[in-house]
């Protein structure tokens, strides 16, 4: 297996380039913004992403482009969970939902569908 330093370096040339790409993916649609009252919204979206470990930005480039390529936007991944979950018309677990990462909710819909297909074979 090869190293996440190697994987950025085959993959995107260097850490910046990286960083760039997951920025790309992190607009409107799909990123959580995280404000704070000391700093500007281009502050909170945009910092801290270069300090943040190869692997986890592999990681988070790779949901990111996932969740684009099949749902379009974090709205839509919600509606996604909401239905496999059969809670579509649930307005207080919607609301709960629309307050974590995209990763968190990916992960979720995994584990839920997982949960579905289980259930229907066993």
């Not at 950025?8 to 910046?16: C, I, N, P």
């Not at 839509?76 to 919607?94: N, S």
């Not at 995209?102 to 949960?115: I, T």
């Amino acid at each position: 297996m090869k190293s996440p330093l190697t994987l950025v370096k085959e993959t995107f040339g260097d850490k910046a380039k990286l960083v760039e790409a997951v920025r790309a993916l992190a607009n409107e649609d799909l990123w959580l913004p995280r404000t704070t009252a000391d700093r500007s919204k281009d502050e909170v979206k945009h910092s801290g992403l270069e300090r943040v470990s190869n692997a986890k930005l592999l990681r988070l480039h790779a949901i990111l482009s996932e969740v684009k390529e099949k749902f379009g936007s974090r709205a839509k991944l919600i509606d996604e969970l909401l239905a496999v979950q059969t809670r579509i018309k649930d307005g207080e677990l919607r609301k709960r939902l629309e307050s974590l990462p995209v990763p968190r909710l990916y992960d979720m819909l995994k584990s839920a569908r997982k949960r579905t297909a289980e259930k229907s074979h066993g």
